[in-house]
T-cell receptor
Framework: QQQVKQSPQSLIVQKGGISIINCAYE??????FPWYQQFPGKGPALLIA?????SEKKEGRFTISFNKSAKQFSLHIMDSQPGDSATYFC????????????FGPGTSLSVIP | DAGVIQSPRHEVTEMGQEVTLRCKPI?????LFWYRQTMMRGLELLIY????????DSGMPEDRFSAKMPNASFSTLKIQPSEPRDSAVYFC?????????????FGPGTRLLVL
């Protein structure tokens, strides 16, 4: 029940296209859903996050869509660029959990010219 | 701020040797997390501390692994004795904590190779 599922495992998108990564969770106590981006040789870094009181959050080319009833959320990267090539992790946490985060298995995104 | 600092960045050791990984969290952060990342198992949470106190060590794989946080600015993860299957990248992360400040700031990682 603590698991966060993520798909696809890998994704290849052409430059300018839309990248979509999907995640699902079971624990309805989760109340914070961040996405982390990791470049090769670096640690993960927060990209964007959402709370379940909103259905969508947009920051630049990155948008999180959140469906509370389906217990699903997704990351959309518009106008994907080669510089977006990285591994993306969705995650979930509970406010009272000392900020412990449950990470999904990750999606390796490659944006080709 | 310099961010989360980890040392060493790379470690190559032989099976059976003791390995100590070090982490300095961001000043003022209340929680510290140790993760292990491999291709096979992804990003695994090993242990985390809040205000220097270990909260949950259920992710520590075996008794060979131990972690300490003697003060707010320093933590260690020790593997004794090390085994080839411990080869991975080990990350330390810290958070300020509290609503709106849940972001985990990761260090650059320690790449460990056990021969």
């Amino acid at each position: 029940q603590q698991q966060v599922k993520q798909s696809p495992q890998s994704l290849i998108v052409q430059k300018g296209g839309i990248s979509i990564i999907n995640c699902a969770y079971e624990n309805t106590a989760f109340d914070y859903f961040p996405w982390y981006q990791q470049f090769p040789g670096k640690g993960p870094a927060l990209l964007i996050a959402i709370r379940p009181d909103v259905s969508e959050k947009k920051e630049g080319r990155f948008t999180i869509s959140f469906n509370k009833s389906a217990k699903q959320f997704s990351l959309h990267i518009m106008d994907s660029q080669p510089g977006d090539s990285a591994t993306y992790f969705c995650a979930a946490s509970i406010a009272t959990s000392y900020d412990k985060v449950i990470f999904g298995p990750g999606t390796s995104l490659s944006v080709i010219p | 701020d310099a961010g989360v600092i980890q040392s060493p960045r790379h470690e190559v050791t032989e099976m059976g040797q003791e390995v100590t990984l070090r982490c300095k969290p961001i000043s003022g952060h209340n929680s510290l997390f140790w993760y292990r990342q491999t291709m096979m198992r992804g990003l695994e949470l090993l242990i985390y501390f809040n205000n220097n106190v270990p909260i949950d060590d259920s992710g520590m794989p075996e008794d060979r692994f131990s972690a300490k946080m003697p003060n707010a600015s320093f933590s260690t993860l020790k593997i004794q004795p090390s085994e080839p299957r411990d080869s991975a990248v080990y990350f330390c992360a810290s958070t300020h904590g509290g609503l709106g400040q849940e972001t985990q700031y990761f260090g650059p990682g320690t790449r460990l190779l056990v021969l």
